[in-house]
């Protein structure tokens, strides 16, 4: 390995730097314009394939939503009367009274051909119509029997009546087929030749009130719109779809073949899929009866086969059901000459620009190596000399290009290093005056803890030095039993009230930081919860001879909070008046409902609040200047922000 890298390095020393240039970039043209045009040509069939399958699967999805919409307008129609019959809206005891009401129904919906109402009794009225301006009304004949049948023309006129005594609906298969289903339900497809159409009967049980099927609604669907539908589809250039039923049969295609054929005098057939008169639809059906056996195999697939010309299609067979009795197969297929026409071409015309690029490109491999070859020399003194720590030194090529622009670079990454270190001074400066700062705010957050400290140690130590007095006195007593007067007693309760005030308050601070003010809401009225706290109050009230007057309306809409934390809330605000006030203080509290918001107030008379200390007021352990030496630790209006903030609320 070792005689093979040196005898490398050896020829590779001999090589001129033009060839050295030259060789691996006109190696590399060829080798990317070989990959591109094979990747251009398996990509271009990749992305035919893609196309072709996410064609077929749109065109399949657009003809099934279309599908559904279509044929969901007759059992609607069916549903509609059935409904209006159980509802005793129409009267089914006569059906002949109903032409009307039917002919008018048919005529606003242009999809169906006939609408029916039968019953046992029996009784039958039905509406035919084909263009929607005549319509044939067939009534049954309650005195001979059969169908009684005239026509309306568009004008009104009505022609003469003609009998067909030997019809009776009863003994026909689609009502007898309805009343076993004892469901809505379709009857096979059929055809008709004057005038030509593939018809569908949607069929449905009318009930009476006892919930027993008394007789049919039926409504006649034409299907030759799908037909026109799937011919509106634009399908590559020359695909097709087709809808055909799992015994072979057409239901629609998007030729204008139509699906049936005449056989004798007004007589229709069926047509076959494979006997098509359109080639790429009976090739088509061929193939799967030849793959599959027969249709009734078939699910959802994406196939590829081949025509006996030769040409190759993409073939995607859809299935479409109902719960009616629906089972068809849609199928989209389309050539894939309808894709690759365009792939050849740029095939072609990309291998001719790769060959007009590789030979642009080794032409200008030569030249370039020429040109470059020249400032090197040039260019790597020049580095040597930057590279013995000469910064001031620029280098100099008077080229453009790739030359100029390394020339350039290395100018501006020289440039670049310099002002790098000048920011990072400027940034080590920036960093001793943060540092200032911070021992400035490490100093203050210092004085701050020893006032608390201070404060802390004189609310708590006095009583409890006051106490420990009045103890070490009872000690030095004789006997067994102790004196202590009531003023006293009175004094050591009062002090460690305030202990435990302090105590609880500096309890409830910290878990208001470490975990929130935790609210339980449920709905309260304000002015019976201010009254609630008012009464705790009483006792300090009379005390310090104050007086409150609780203006809060009765009709205050009621709001959700936490009763307990919003009583706190009061009583810290009315206690904090009282204590920074002198004896005989006034307090009034109101509420008003503004917009969406209730807007409480707290108001004395007292000696004010000074600007300076507004933006404070609710900082933790501030305390005001009012009394200096008041007890507390300065955190009960710093809790009753936190509790109205936790209620989405604000105070100030």
């Given at each position: 390995?070792?005689?093979?890298r040196?005898?490398?390095?050896?020829?590779?020393?001999?090589?001129?730097?033009?060839?050295?240039?030259i060789?691996?970039?006109?190696?590399?043209?060829?080798?990317?314009?070989?990959?591109?045009?094979?990747?251009?040509?398996?990509?271009?069939?990749?992305?035919?394939?893609?196309?072709?399958?996410?064609?077929?699967?749109?065109?399949?999805?657009?003809?099934?939503?279309?599908?559904?919409?279509?044929?969901?307008?007759?059992?609607?129609v069916?549903?509609?009367?059935?409904?209006?019959?159980?509802?005793?809206?129409?009267?089914?005891?006569?059906?002949?009274?109903?032409?009307?009401?039917?002919?008018?129904?048919?005529?606003?919906?242009?999809?169906?051909?006939?609408?029916?109402?039968?019953?046992?009794?029996?009784?039958?009225?039905?509406?035919?119509?084909?263009?929607?301006?005549?319509?044939?009304?067939?009534?049954?004949?309650?005195?001979?029997?059969?169908?009684?049948?005239?026509?309306?023309?568009?004008?009104?006129?009505?022609?003469?009546?003609?009998?067909t005594?030997?019809?009776?609906?009863?003994?026909?298969?689609?009502?007898?087929?309805?009343?076993?289903?004892?469901?809505?339900?379709w009857?096979?497809?059929?055809?008709?030749?004057?005038?030509?159409?593939?018809?569908?009967?949607?069929?449905?049980?009318i009930?009476?009130?006892?919930?027993?099927?008394?007789?049919?609604t039926?409504?006649?669907?034409s299907?030759?719109?799908?037909?026109?539908?799937?011919?509106?589809l634009?399908?590559?250039?020359?695909?097709?779809?087709?809808?055909?039923?799992?015994?072979?049969?057409?239901?629609?295609?998007?030729?204008?073949?139509?699906?049936?054929?005449?056989?004798?005098?007004?007589?229709?057939?069926?047509?076959?899929?494979?006997?098509?008169?359109?080639?790429?639809?009976?090739?088509?059906?061929?193939?799967?009866?030849?793959?599959f056996?027969?249709?009734?195999?078939?699910?959802?697939?994406?196939?590829?086969?081949?025509?006996?010309?030769?040409?190759?299609?993409?073939?995607?067979?859809?299935?479409?059901?109902?719960?009616r009795?629906?089972?068809?197969?849609?199928?989209?297929?389309?050539?894939?000459?309808?894709?690759?026409?365009?792939?050849?071409?740029?095939?072609?015309?990309?291998?001719?620009?790769?060959?007009?690029?590789?030979?642009?490109?080794?032409?200008?491999?030569?030249?370039?190596?020429?040109?470059?070859?020249?400032?090197?020399?040039?260019?790597?003194?020049?580095?040597?000399?930057?590279?013995?720590?000469?910064?001031?030194?620029?280098?100099?090529?008077?080229?453009?290009?790739?030359?100029?622009?390394?020339?350039?670079?290395?100018?501006?990454?020289?440039?670049?290093?310099?002002?790098?270190?000048?920011?990072?001074?400027?940034?080590?400066?920036?960093?001793?005056?943060?540092?200032?700062?911070?021992?400035?705010?490490?100093?203050?957050?210092?004085?701050?803890?020893?006032?608390?400290?201070?404060?802390?140690?004189?609310?708590?130590?006095?009583?409890?030095?006051?106490?420990?007095?009045?103890?070490?006195?009872?000690?030095?007593?004789?006997?067994?039993?102790?004196?202590?007067?009531r003023?006293?007693?009175?004094?050591?309760?009062?002090?460690?009230?305030?202990?435990?005030?302090?105590?609880?308050?500096?309890?409830?601070?910290?878990?208001a930081?470490?975990?929130g003010?935790?609210?339980?809401?449920?709905?309260?009225?304000l002015?019976?919860?201010?009254?609630?706290?008012?009464a705790?109050?009483?006792?300090?009230?009379?005390?310090?001879?104050?007086?409150?007057?609780?203006?809060?309306?009765?009709?205050?809409?009621?709001?959700?909070?936490?009763?307990?934390?919003?009583?706190?809330?009061?009583?810290?605000?009315?206690?904090?008046?009282?204590?920074?006030?002198?004896?005989?203080?006034?307090?009034?509290?109101?509420?008003?409902?503004?917009?969406?918001?209730?807007?409480?107030?707290?108001?004395?008379?007292?000696?004010?609040?000074?600007?300076?200390?507004?933006?404070?007021?609710?900082?933790?352990?501030?305390?005001?200047?009012?009394?200096?030496?008041?007890?507390?630790?300065?955190l009960?209006?710093?809790?009753?922000?936190?509790?109205?903030?936790?209620?989405?609320?604000?105070?100030?």
């Amino acid at each position: 390995m070792s005689s093979l890298r040196h005898l490398l390095t050896k020829v590779s020393g001999r090589v001129p730097l033009r060839a050295v240039l030259i060789v691996p970039f006109v190696l590399q043209i060829v080798a990317a314009v070989g990959l591109t045009g094979y990747l251009s040509l398996r990509n271009g069939q990749r992305a035919v394939n893609q196309v072709a399958d996410d064609l077929r699967q749109e065109i399949a999805s657009r003809i099934e939503e279309r599908l559904k919409s279509y044929l969901a307008l007759p059992h609607q129609v069916n549903q509609l009367n059935a409904d209006a019959i159980e509802q005793g809206i129409v009267d089914i005891s006569d059906l002949s009274q109903l032409d009307s009401y039917l002919a008018q129904q048919i005529k606003q919906l242009d999809q169906l051909t006939a609408i029916t109402i039968a019953t046992n009794a029996p009784d039958y009225v039905e509406a035919v119509t084909f263009d929607h301006e005549a319509v044939t009304i067939n009534v049954w004949n309650k005195e001979e029997g059969g169908i009684l049948q005239w026509t309306i023309d568009a004008q009104g006129n009505q022609s003469q009546i003609t009998a067909t005594p030997d019809y009776d609906h009863r003994q026909r298969a689609w009502y007898r087929d309805t009343l076993t289903k004892n469901q809505p339900s379709w009857t096979e497809p059929f055809a008709t030749i004057t005038p030509q159409r593939l018809i569908i009967s949607a069929n449905q049980p009318i009930r009476n009130a006892q919930g027993q099927a008394v007789g049919v609604t039926g409504s006649d669907l034409s299907l030759l719109e799908i037909r026109d539908f799937l011919n509106s589809l634009r399908i590559g250039k020359t695909g097709e779809t087709f809808i055909v039923e799992r015994d072979g049969n057409l239901i629609a295609s998007s030729t204008n073949e139509l699906p049936f054929r005449s056989v004798a005098s007004n007589q229709a057939e069926r047509l076959m899929a494979v006997n098509s008169s359109d080639p790429l639809i009976r090739a088509t059906a061929q193939y799967l009866m030849n793959e599959f056996g027969s249709f009734d195999n078939l699910e959802t697939t994406g196939l590829q086969f081949t025509t006996t010309e030769g040409d190759r299609q993409f073939l995607q067979v859809m299935p479409y059901q109902d719960d009616r009795g629906i089972d068809w197969l849609v199928v989209v297929v389309i050539p894939e000459a309808d894709f690759m026409e365009q792939i050849h071409a740029n095939t072609r015309l990309t291998v001719l620009l790769c060959g007009i690029a590789l030979a642009l490109a080794i032409l200008g491999g030569i030249v370039t190596a020429r040109w470059i070859t020249k400032p090197i020399l040039q260019l790597s003194q020049a580095a040597e000399g930057m590279a013995e720590g000469d910064w001031d030194q620029k280098i100099i090529v008077r080229r453009s290009g790739e030359l100029g622009v390394l020339a350039h670079a290395f100018n501006h990454m020289r440039d670049e290093l310099k002002q790098s270190h000048q920011q990072l001074e400027e940034y080590s400066r920036g960093l001793e005056q943060k540092n200032e700062q911070l021992q400035t705010l490490e100093a203050e957050l210092r004085k701050q803890l020893n006032l608390f400290l201070h404060a802390v140690s004189h609310d708590l130590r006095n009583p409890v030095i006051g106490t420990s007095i009045v103890l070490n006195g009872l000690a030095n007593q004789p006997g067994d039993e102790l004196k202590l007067p009531r003023r006293v007693l009175e004094r050591m309760i009062e002090g460690n009230k305030r202990q435990l005030e302090l105590i609880n308050s500096l309890i409830d601070s910290h878990a208001a930081e470490t975990w929130g003010i935790v609210i339980h809401p449920q709905p309260l009225q304000l002015h019976d919860l201010v009254e609630g706290a008012l009464a705790d109050l009483q006792p300090i009230l009379e005390r310090d001879n104050a007086t409150l007057e609780n203006l809060i309306p009765t009709h205050v809409p009621a709001i959700e909070g936490d009763p307990l934390q919003l009583v706190r809330v009061y009583q810290n605000l009315i206690a904090n008046a009282l204590k920074h006030n002198p004896p005989g203080l006034s307090l009034t509290l109101d509420a008003t409902q503004k917009e969406d918001w209730i807007y409480c107030t707290v108001t004395d008379n007292g000696v004010g609040i000074r600007p300076e200390q507004c933006e404070k007021l609710f900082d933790p352990y501030f305390r005001g200047s009012q009394k200096p030496k008041s007890v507390g630790l300065g955190l009960g209006l710093y809790l009753c922000r936190q509790v109205i903030e936790a209620h989405g609320g604000e105070i100030g």
